[in-house]
C-alpha cells in the first residue's frame, strides 16, 4: 500500500460516517501521490499523516430564545485545522445539515485554497446545525450573540478569523462582530471578515466570490482562444456567490439563463433580470419562485437539481457541496457544455468531475476557482490591520490578478508533475506546496 492510501485508510477509520471529509481527503490525497513519490520526507515526517487531523476542533452548545419565548439549543463548531502559513481563516455556515464532518471537509479544503490565494492565511470552517430561514431580524441577533459568547475565546485577529458561508451574511455578520466587540472591549476589526463598510468591511467583498469564479472562468476561456461573450450560462443557487457571479457573467456579455434555490429553479430564455433577483433573494429574502410574478414568460420547476438538464455552455455549480452528480454531467455535456468553473464548495461529485475530465470539458475545481472570496477577506484583513481603506476598484484589480495567478499556478503545477490540463491536481498540488514546505520548517507539530 503506497502512504497515501495508508494515510487515508487511517482517516476512514479514525473519522468514521464523515463522507464528506473522506471525500475532500480522497480527492486531494490523489492527486498528491507524484508529489510524495519526489519527497520521500514527507513520508518520513509523516507529514500526511498530521495535515488530514486538524490542529483543534471545538464544539459548543448554542442556547437561544425565540420570539415567543421558547429556548432552543443548536450546536455550535470551530475546526481550527491547519495555521502553518497563517492564522485559521475559513468561513461560518449556519444550516440544519451541518455536522462535524461537513465543518471538516470544509476546513481541510480550506487550507489549500488558502494558501493558493499567496496571501498569509491558514485553514478553518466553523458554524451551526442553525436555520436562518424564516427567523425574525431579533431571532437571528439573539442566536448571533449566544454563539459568539463561546466563539469569541477561540479567536482573534492574529489567531482565527472567521467570515461567512451559507446562511451567514452581512447581517449574521454584523451580529457576530457587535457581540465580539462588546466581550472584547476592544475594536478588533480583523476578527471577522465580510463586515459591513460602515465598521472595516472591504469594498468588493460582497461580489468578491461570484466575481472571482467567473475570472476564473474567463482565464480558462481565454486560454483555449474563447471569451465569455455570448456565451449561455446556467448557474445554481441565488445566493451571495450566484448573485455576484451572475452580475459578472452579464458584464462579460455573457447570458444567464437559469438560477436555483433549494426548491426549484427559474428558467428564463431573455436572460435573468439581476436586479430584481438580488431584491428578491438578498433583500428581501423571498423563494425564487417569485421571480414569476414580475416575468410571467419565464418557466419555474420544483426540482432544483432539475437545472442541470438546461442547455448551456457554461455551467456554475454555486450552491451548495454534491449538488451535481454523474448522471448530471452526462445531461450538461450532452447538451454541449464546454467548461464548468466551481463556486461552491465540492459541487460536484468526484464522478462528475472525473467524467468532465474525461470528456475533455473545462473545469475550474473550487479550491481555485472560488478562493476569490477568501483572497478578498484576506484583503479586508490587510486594511484593518493598515487602518485604511481601498477603492472598489483597487480591490477588485487585486481580486482579479490573484485568480489570474491561481490559474497559473494549478496550470503549472498539473504541468510540472505531468499531468497537463488537469486543474483539479494542479490546484491541490499547489496549495499542497506551500503549507507542506511550511510545516516541514516548523518542526512537527
Ligand atoms: P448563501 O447562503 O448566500 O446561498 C446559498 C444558495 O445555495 C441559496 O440559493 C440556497 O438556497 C442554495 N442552497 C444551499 N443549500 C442547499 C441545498 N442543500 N440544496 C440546494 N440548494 C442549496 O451561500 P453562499 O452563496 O455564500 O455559498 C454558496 C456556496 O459557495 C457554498 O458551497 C459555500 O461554501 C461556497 N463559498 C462561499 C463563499 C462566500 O464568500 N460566501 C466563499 C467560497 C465558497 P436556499 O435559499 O433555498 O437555501
Redesign the pocket.
Known amino acids: 500500500m503506497s502512504y497515501v492510501q495508508e494515510v487515508f485508510e487511517t482517516v476512514k477509520r479514525r473519522n468514521p460516517g464523515e463522507l464528506e471529509f473522506h471525500q475532500a481527503v480522497a480527492e486531494v490525497l490523489e492527486s498528491l501521490e507524484p508529489v510524495i513519490d519526489k519527497h520521500p520526507e514527507y513520508r518520513e515526517f509523516r507529514l500526511l499523516d498530521r495535515i488530514v487531523e486538524p490542529e483543534r476542533q471545538i464544539i459548543f452548545r448554542v442556547p437561544w430564545e425565540d420570539d415567543l419565548g421558547n429556548i432552543h439549543v443548536n450546536r455550535g463548531f470551530r475546526v481550527q485545522f491547519n495555521s502553518a502559513i497563517g492564522p485559521y481563516k475559513g ?1 461560518l ?1 449556519f ?1 440544519p ?1 451541518v455536522n462535524l464532518g461537513i465543518i471538516k471537509f ?1 476546513g481541510f479544503e480550506q487550507i489549500f485554497k488558502n494558501s493558493l490565494t499567496g496571501l498569509p492565511i491558514g485553514g478553518g470552517k466553523g458554524g451551526s446545525d442553525f436555520d436562518p ?1 424564516g427567523k425574525s431580524d431579533r431571532e437571528i441577533m439573539r442566536f448571533c450573540q449566544s454563539f459568539m459568547s463561546e466563539l469569541a475565546q477561540h479567536i482573534g485577529p492574529d489567531v482565527d478569523v472567521p ?5 451567514v ?1 452581512g447581517r449574521e455578520i454584523g451580529f457576530l462582530y457587535g457581540q465580539y466587540k462588546r466581550l472584547k472591549n476592544a475594536t478588533e476589526a480583523g476578527v471577522l471578515t ?1 463586515k459591513g463598510i460602515p465598521f472595516g468591511g472591504s469594498l468588493a467583498r460582497t461580489e ?2 461570484g466575481y472571482g469564479t467567473v475570472y476564473f472562468l474567463n482565464e480558462m476561456l481565454t486560454d483555449k482562444g474563447l471569451e465569455l461573450k455570448g456565451k449561455t450560462v446556467v448557474i ?7 448573485l455576484y457571479a451572475c452580475k459578472k457573467c452579464q458584464e462579460y456579455g455573457a447570458k444567464v439563463v437559469a438560477m ?4 426549484g429553479y427559474i428558467y428564463d430564455k431573455n436572460g435573468i433580470d439581476l436586479n430584481l433577483m438580488i431584491r428578491l ?1 438578498e433583500i428581501e429574502r423571498k ?1 425564487i419562485k417569485e421571480y414569476k410574478n414580475y416575468h410571467p414568460e419565464a418557466e419555474y420547476s420544483e426540482n ?1 437539481r432539475a437545472i442541470w438538464s438546461v442547455k448551456c455552455d457554461l455551467a456554475l455549480p ?4 454534491n ?1 451535481l452528480n454523474e448522471q448530471e454531467a452526462a445531461v450538461l455535456i450532452e447538451n454541449g457544455v464546454i467548461a464548468v468553473a466551481e ?3 465540492m ?1 460536484s461529485t468526484a464522478e462528475a468531475a472525473k467524467l468532465f475530465q474525461a470528456h475533455k470539458v473545462m473545469f475550474g475545481p ?1 479550491k481555485a476557482a ?1 478562493a476569490g ?2 483572497a478578498t477577506s484576506a484583503l479586508e484583513m490587510s486594511q484593518n490591520s493598515m487602518r485604511y481603506s481601498w477603492t472598489f476598484a483597487e480591490v477588485d484589480q487585486k481580486l482579479h490578478q490573484i485568480m489570474a495567478n491561481i490559474y497559473t499556478m494549478s496550470k503549472n503545477a498539473a504541468q510540472e508533475f505531468g499531468l497537463e490540463g488537469n486543474l483539479i491536481a494542479g490546484a491541490n498540488i499547489a496549495g499542497f506546496q506551500k503549507v507542506a514546505a511550511a510545516m516541514m520548517a516548523l518542526g512537527i507539530y
Open positions: 468561513g455556515r444550516h445539515s470544509l430561514k467570515a461567512g458561508d451559507i446562511g451574511g465580510g468578491a466570490t445554481s443557487g441565488s445566493g451571495n456567490v450566484s436555483s434555490d433549494s426548491n433573494k423563494r432544483c454555486c450552491a451548495t457541496q449538488e463556486g461552491a464548495n459541487p473550487a472560488n472570496g477568501v
